[in-house]
Each structure stands twice: as C-alpha cells, then as structure tokens.
C-alpha cells in the first residue's frame, strides 16, 4: 500500500532563507504524489503534483518539488520564504486500484521568522 | 465561481446529540470525500462517494453516516455513537477518471462537543 512519511512536523525559516520540507514516499507502483498547503481554518489547497511527466515540478507561489525515486523523496522547496508562506504543509499519495484515495502525511508546519 | 460550500463553519454539541455537516459543490465532480482532521494526525479518510446513491467507508467510519442522494451534496451526519467527535471536518470533491487525484476542498467545519 502507498503512504508518505513527513520528516519535522515544525520547520522554522528566517525570511528570505530556504524553505526545504520533507517527504518520503512507500509505493509499489510509481506513485502519483502532491502537495498541499492549508492556511488556520481553512481548507487545503493544492500546491503541486507529480504524475510521471517530468521529475521536477513547479508549482504557485514559487514552489517547487522534486521527484527521486532513487531515494523515494518528493521534497518541497522555495529558495526564498515570504511571511505568507507560514502555513501547514501536507505531502499526499494517491492509491492506485480503480478509485481516487489520498493519504496524506500528518503535516508539517511552516514557521517564517522575520 | 465554481467550489465545495461547507457549512456551517462551527458547531457546537452537546453530548449525545447527532449533527449534521452540510457539503455542497457545484464543480460537476462525481467523487466526493469527507475526511477528519486532528492536530498532529493528518487528514483521515471517514466517507467516500463515487456516484449518487453509492458510498463507501473510509479508514474511521464508525459513528458517521452520509448519503449522496445528489451528485451536488453530500452531507455528513456525527452520531451520538462517535466517542470523540472535537474535529475538524473537511470535504472534498474530484473528478473520476484515471489517477486525476487532484482534490478541491471546502473551508472545513469545526465540531465542538462542550
């Protein structure tokens, strides 16, 4: 079965340093993997995702990820964190199998010092 | 603008009550989810529906229930049976298709049992 280990569930960045959050995949099959970002109270939102087409993805707000299966990472970085960017931060796999399941990881939690 | 409406925002319960969270979206999105999210654990998988009239447990389903009598709705129902209903409720829509994956997802319902 697929799931996603989130190494640090708090990360704390100086603004302006580099933002790096870790992700660890498990898959059988080549994974299909995301990342999401969830603002206090809010609902997620989706920041990249991985589908095969191409090892380093980009995603908004100058984000961007990328997929090593020697390694079996799916790292979110951002060379320069904003204030905004303080948030949680969600790595997710989808299983495969005919049906569209997310496991998320527990999360991690972006701290931006000023 | 096309999104998931949840409502209400927050809710308070007493113990022994059932309440109901309500989950609208008018993305035309077959699949629909409601996951459960507690600090430090991540989003966890309580009900899904892939058409109308059709749903499936997810990995805590005991003490909820859903329908999905419209493809637009798909409201989650906390009974009294659920020991430890304080969460954080979100829902979320996707279209089917293979490995799409992406879920868009409603601003979240905070239950709190006083």
């Known amino acids: 079965a697929q799931s996603v280990t989130q190494l640090g569930s708090h990360v704390s960045v100086s603004e302006g340093a580099l933002v790096l959050l870790r992700c660890n995949y498990s898959?059988?099959?080549?994974?299909?993997l995301f990342w999401y970002v969830q603002y206090p109270n809010q609902g997620l939102q989706l920041l990249l995702k991985?589908?095969?087409?191409?090892?380093l993805v980009k995603g908004i707000n100058g984000f961007e990820a990328e997929f090593k299966k020697s390694e079996t990472s799916f790292h979110l970085t951002k060379p320069s964190a904003h204030m905004s960017d303080a948030a949680e931060y969600f790595c997710?796999?989808?299983?495969?199998?005919?049906?569209?399941?997310?496991?998320f990881g527990t999360g991690t939690k972006l701290q931006v010092i000023p | 603008d096309g999104g998931i409406t949840q409502s209400p925002k927050y809710l308070f319960r007493k113990e022994g009550q059932n309440v109901t969270l309500s989950c609208e979206q008018n993305?035309?999105?077959?699949?629909m989810y409601w996951y459960r999210q507690d600090p430090g654990q991540g989003l966890r998988l309580i009900y899904y529906?892939?058409?109308?009239?059709?749903?499936q447990k997810g990995d805590i389903a005991e003490g909820y229930s859903v329908s999905r009598e419209k493809k637009e709705s798909f409201p989650l129902t906390v009974t009294s049976a659920q020991k430890n209903p304080t969460a954080f409720y979100l829902c979320?829509?996707?279209?089917?298709?293979?490995?799409?994956?992406?879920?868009?997802f409603g601003e979240g319902s905070r239950l709190t049992v006083l």
């Open positions: 979320a829509s996707t279209r089917t298709g293979p490995n799409t994956g992406e879920l868009f």
């Open positions: 898959s059988s099959v080549p994974p299909y």
């Open positions: 991985y589908t095969s087409a191409a090892t």
């Open positions: 997710a796999v989808i299983h495969s199998g005919g049906y569209q399941k997310v496991t």
């Open positions: 993305l035309n999105h077959d699949a």
């Open positions: 529906s892939q058409i109308v009239n059709d749903f």
